[in-house]
């Protein structure tokens, strides 16, 4: 009977790998931790309204372990990161519990549309989460349509195809320098210009730190803590490295920001946030192209960035304060832009969830479930509309497909709302009665959560 389902399930993977239509275009699929364009918008159709963990369920599955990362999509497959086996319990403060030691490995799993398990690959040992909402599986995948590229609180960055191989595989601490950052690490990778890119940004390390050089290469040096890197998505071939370093209060240098890659000025431009500071960085060398200060002038300590910055239409939207400001910043031009950058900036912000921008309208929610309506350009509210009131918190970013926002919030409820250019309607407010952190993924009319313990996936009968 085992051989049997072995051979079963081999001949489902021969025709769902087959079957993915890798030529799909990039917007009907979810290729990346903030969607298609990094915005947190999802292509148009109609999309499931109410439902719970039990109604207008298609599918769901059992995941092996823990993980916070948001789901990847493309063609008919589905791209998990999650622990395999288990992890140790997150401890907020104080050093690790001798018997606190994780036994799982750092996990990639495929699915197909349908919740068939594909595959699964193990990657080596898990670093496990140290926040309640953490993991050692926070970072999302991404995906081309030919590869799929993971990262982990290990340090671990992998890059595999479509049928399971292992294309190449490698560690940033080890061969850049340790991970200081203080909570776990949260920034997804980004794959473009043929490259998978990272942002690494922490705390300088301490005196006598130091990085081994047993495998160095050129750009392989000690002494740098904050960088940016590209590696071949073909070989892993290192492409380039280049350090983003400013000096900071303590911990305000720590982000768990991710990166967006926009078309500027002619040319792809990695926009990175954290430290301060806002950055344009050229696809191609890595080399910075101009930067943005100023978001700090006291320079209040413990100002880490958690929130990415969205950008669209020329206009960056930056979260900073740890939820006290947003700004929107004009990007582009040369050197440091920041005398004339600032196009608007609001006493009220958000500290975990990131923005989202469609049809010319920023759509920011905050951690205790407010939600502002802005005009990009100019940053005058539209609207704002407040989410049930409730000690738990709102650390998933928001979705919007058409016209209908999703906002999961950490207890596993799930509120739907109808925006329009007059407000927000409340549609549902579902209980998937599990922990939620992960974006809620809207995909072809059906929408996938993730969840704590099981991947749903939530169509209309």
């Given at each position: 009977m085992a051989l049997l389902n072995r051979q079963i399930a081999l001949s489902v993977l021969a025709i769902s790998v087959a079957c993915v239509p890798c030529t799909s275009p990039a917007g009907e699929n979810w290729p990346q931790w903030r969607g298609p364009l990094g915005t947190g918008v999802g292509a148009a159709g109609q999309y499931p309204v109410e439902f719970s963990k039990t109604e207008g369920v298609a599918w769901r599955v059992a995941l092996p372990g823990k993980g916070s990362s948001?789901?990847?999509?493309?063609?008919?497959?589905?791209?998990?990161?999650?622990?395999?086996?288990?992890?140790?319990?997150?401890?907020?403060?104080?050093?690790?519990?001798?018997?606190?030691?994780?036994?799982?490995?750092d996990g990639l799993l495929c699915y197909d549309l349908q919740g068939n398990e594909l595959w699964r690959r193990e990657l080596g040992p898990e670093r496990g989460g140290k926040h309640r909402n953490g993991s050692g599986c926070n970072p999302s995948p991404a995906t081309d349509g030919k590869h799929v590229v993971v990262y982990y609180k290990s340090g671990t960055l992998a890059c595999f195809d479509f049928h399971g191989k292992e294309l190449w595989k490698t560690n940033l601490p080890k061969r850049f320098g340790k991970d200081t950052l203080w909570?776990?690490?949260?920034?997804?990778p980004l794959i473009a210009g043929g490259c998978a890119i990272v942002a690494v940004q922490q705390s300088p390390y301490g005196q006598g730190e130091h990085v081994d050089q047993a495998a160095a290469n050129g750009n392989?040096?000690?002494?740098s803590s904050s960088y940016l890197v590209a590696f071949d998505l073909d070989t892993g071939k290192l492409r380039w490295r280049q350090l983003r370093e400013y000096t900071c209060t303590e911990e305000t240098d720590q982000s768990y920001s991710t990166p967006q890659v926009v078309r500027s000025g002619g040319k792809d431009v990695i926009v990175t946030w954290g430290a301060d500071h806002l950055t344009g960085h050229d696809l191609d060398t890595g080399k910075p192209l101009w930067e943005c200060g100023g978001f700090n002038p006291r320079n209040d300590r413990n100002w880490r960035t958690i929130a990415s910055a969205t950008v669209a239409d020329g206009i960056a939207v930056v979260p900073y304060g740890r939820g006290k400001f947003c700004a929107g910043i004009k990007i582009g031009g040369a050197g440091d832009i920041t005398?004339?950058?600032?196009?608007?900036?609001?006493?009220?912000?958000?500290?975990?969830?990131?923005?989202?921008?469609?049809?010319?309208?920023?759509?920011?929610?905050?951690?205790?479930g407010k939600i502002h309506c802005l005009d990009l350009q100019s940053g005058n509210e539209l609207w704002s509309a407040n989410l049930p009131r409730n000690r738990n918190k709102y650390y998933s970013s928001p979705s919007l497909a058409e016209n209908q926002l999703y906002c999961a919030r950490e207890d596993g409820m799930v509120f739907v709302g109808q925006v329009s250019d007059s407000g927000y309607k409340e549609l549902a407010a579902n209980d998937m009665g599990e922990r939620i952190i992960a974006i809620p993924v809207p995909i072809r009319g059906k929408l996938l959560l993730r969840g704590d313990e099981h991947l749903f996936c939530i169509a209309d009968p």
């Open positions: 948001t789901p990847a999509v493309w063609g008919e497959l589905i791209f998990v990161t999650c622990a395999i086996g288990d992890s140790p319990e997150p401890q907020d403060f104080g050093p690790p519990k001798p018997n606190n030691v994780s036994t799982a490995q909570w776990d690490l949260g920034t997804s392989e040096t000690t002494g005398k004339n950058a600032v196009s608007w900036e609001k006493e009220f912000g958000t500290d975990v969830p990131t923005a989202i921008i469609h049809g010319g309208k920023v759509y920011l929610l905050e951690d205790t």
